[in-house]
């Protein structure tokens, strides 16, 4: 306990050497460099003639099926970590007819789909993997591997019977509610027509694939591909397995994020030659992982996982603990760089300059490591973060920066961007880089991709109108997750949807799928035909969420382009898309809010035909 508090005393402390007109300085210069016109632009997957099967899976064929008509009572929309929860709770709360649909050939989610080499979540298993306890399961490592959460996500699929109803490598195409028959009617690309009492949308933060648009990428003339569509075919291997046909290839790898920083060095591994073309370096903290002690099990007590998770959760929100459970590089420097300190009488100048010597401080670190571990020291420079530890994602491995050293990896630093693709390969600065492979590993559009996008169709509520139309001046809703004009509908609360954010997803998804799983029991017992979310109701939680919100132009305006950011453009930044509390949001006075209008069981704020 003692080491635990003088750890985050010491993080509070400011850096000595630090010079807030310098590191403005610095930190503005490498923004400058990647502050670009065009920079930020994106290839629209859904229709691009060249890249459009990039979207396409290359896991599991396509099975031949015929359309599907068919009256349940819940569908889905994905078979993620969300949409599998929000199927167990359904079930929980009696309903037996439950239709998943999803583009993916199974269930998973992000894990079905991202199975890169070196893979692994970055979130400590014990708290990301749902339902440890029910499923009687321990995981294997303290970060578990991306095959790991698939098969367990595919486990708790199987235990509560949502598979065999399931429809894979679908996607829909619309769905429309029919006030006369009180149903959702939904279409689907394999023609399918579903008609469903309640409809639930479970589509994930992170499921639109992300490409960049250079010039020149449909000339290429060798093999590349979206890391979230791994070709095994290609670079030989599997997940887990070392990669064996890329022993004569020239590999280059286009982004600095999750992806990259994982896939890099078994590539490195595997590869006659790899570049890495990096616009912005990630602040790569340690990770730290290592096998699940023998005795874990047997040394918690029932119902410790929640007791876990609400100990992350309390010390990222910044939150006073006896102990701090998880202790890693998110509780050590997210939290404290998120809730800096406060000086009782002291001015907001006062606060904002500690918070930001406390903020270089742990930058410092994160150079001062990437210093240490690489070799070269021109390679060393390139490789550090110029920037507020917030900008960007912080990531944490234990092996990339590493891998710098290997005599076949070479790092290119363009930090304006690709000028333009020829077919040899990616040209920076008028020079040419002739590559076998190209690997884009450019993750995914932003968390706060507005949730009508994230569907992907078109969802029409009464009188229709459709969710892009009601949502056109910015989210509008009962808790994140219910909708006026959108009778028996379920959005999985999300980043920009009015909840709350957290670091560990799946501790939202366990509270948005409980609270889905019990209003559906309560409507149930009722006998209600259809519910709709009150005006006023919905008027007095937006205002909620526009009085909480604090604008962070003022500080995200300083920071190097990135999607936290809104690629430097901060300030367009939505309050009506903001959360219930202030910054991530109060995620425990929310769940307190959602647990009471529950326990009331009168569904304040609802009507009920």
């Known amino acids: 306990m003692a080491e635990v508090q003088d750890e985050a005393s010491a993080a509070h402390e400011p850096a000595p050497s630090f010079d807030p007109d310098a590191v403005h300085a610095k930190y503005a210069a490498e923004r400058d460099k990647r502050l670009v016109e065009g920079r930020a632009d994106i290839r629209d997957l859904s229709s691009d003639e060249h890249f459009a099967r990039y979207r396409d899976d290359p896991f599991a064929p396509m099975a031949e099926r015929e359309p599907v008509a ?34 993916a050939g199974g269930m998973g989610g992000t894990w ?89 949308l479970a589509v994930g933060i992170l499921n639109l694939l992300k490409l960049p648009a250079i010039p020149g990428m449909e000339r290429f003339g060798g093999h590349s591909f979206h890391s979230a569509r791994w070709d095994y075919r290609y670079t030989g291997g599997a997940p887990g397995e070392p990669l064996t046909a890329l022993g004569d290839k020239r590999v280059g790898v286009m982004g600095t994020g999750a992806s990259a920083i994982q896939c890099v060095p078994p590539l490195v591994d595997a590869a006659k030659e790899v570049y890495v073309f990096q616009r912005t370096p990630s602040a790569i903290g340690v990770r730290g992982n290592r096998p699940t002690e023998p005795g874990f099990a047997e040394s918690v007590a029932a119902g410790w996982q929640q007791d876990r998770m609400d100990n992350f959760q309390a010390v990222m929100l910044g939150r006073s603990v006896d102990a701090d459970l998880v202790d890693d590089g998110w509780t050590h420097h997210y939290a404290a760089v998120q809730n800096p300190p406060r000086i009782q009488g002291g001015s907001i100048d006062e606060f904002l300059r500690n918070a930001e010597a406390l903020d270089f401080r742990i930058m410092e670190e994160h150079r001062a490591r990437v210093a240490e571990i690489v070799h070269d020291p021109d390679v060393a420079e390139i490789l550090k973060p110029y920037y507020r530890y917030l900008c960007k994602r912080p990531c944490f491995h234990d092996e990339y920066l590493a891998a710098f050293n290997a005599p076949n990896l070479t790092v290119v630093d363009c930090p304006a ?52 139309e009601r949502w056109a001046d910015g989210a509008c ?105 202030r910054g991530f949001g109060d995620y425990f006075g929310y769940r307190e809010r959602l647990d009471s209008w529950l326990a009331a069981g009168d569904l304040e704020g609802l009507e009920l035909t």
């Open 70 to 103: 068919d009256e349940v009572d819940v569908v889905v929309v994905g078979g993620g970590i969300a949409g599998i929860l929000a199927g167990v709770e359904l079930r929980k709360a009696g309903v037996e007819r439950i239709r998943i649909v999803d583009q």
């Open 112 to 200: 079905y789909w991202n199975r890169y080499p070196g893979v692994m979540c970055d979130v400590e298993s014990y708290i990301y993997l749902p339902m440890l306890e029910e499923l009687g399961y321990v995981p294997k490592h303290r970060y578990a591997f991306g095959e790991e959460i698939r098969l367990h996500l595919q486990a708790i699929a199987d235990r509560y019977d949502l598979v065999a109803d399931a429809l894979f490598h679908t996607g829909v195409t619309g769905a429309a509610w029919d006030d006369d028959a009180d149903r959702w009617r939904i279409e689907t690309d394999r023609g399918d027509h579903l008609s469903a009492r309640y409809y639930v």
């Open 417 to 468: 961007g690709i000028e333009a693709v020829s077919e040899a390969g990616p040209v920076v600065d008028g020079d040419q880089y002739e590559l076998d492979c190209i690997v884009y590993a450019t993750g995914f559009e932003a968390e706060l991709t507005p949730l009508y996008r994230r569907a992907g169709h078109d969802v029409v509520g009464r009188g229709g109108v459709s969710l892009a």
């Open 477 to 581: 809703s009962l808790f994140g997750m219910m909708v006026r004009g959108f009778p028996n509908f379920f959005a999985m609360p999300a980043p920009g949807q009015q909840a709350v954010v957290t670091v560990n997803y799946t501790q939202l998804a366990v509270l948005g799928a409980a609270f889905v799983g019990r209003t559906v029991g309560q409507l149930e017992a009722r006998g209600t035909r259809s519910f709709e979310v009150g005006a006023e109701a919905e008027a007095a939680w937006t205002e909620q969420v526009v009085g909480s919100f604090v604008d962070p132009s003022r500080v995200m305006s300083a920071c190097t382009p990135s999607r936290i950011n809104l690629e430097g453009h901060p300030e367009l930044l939505n309050p009506r898309n903001g959360n219930y509390g």
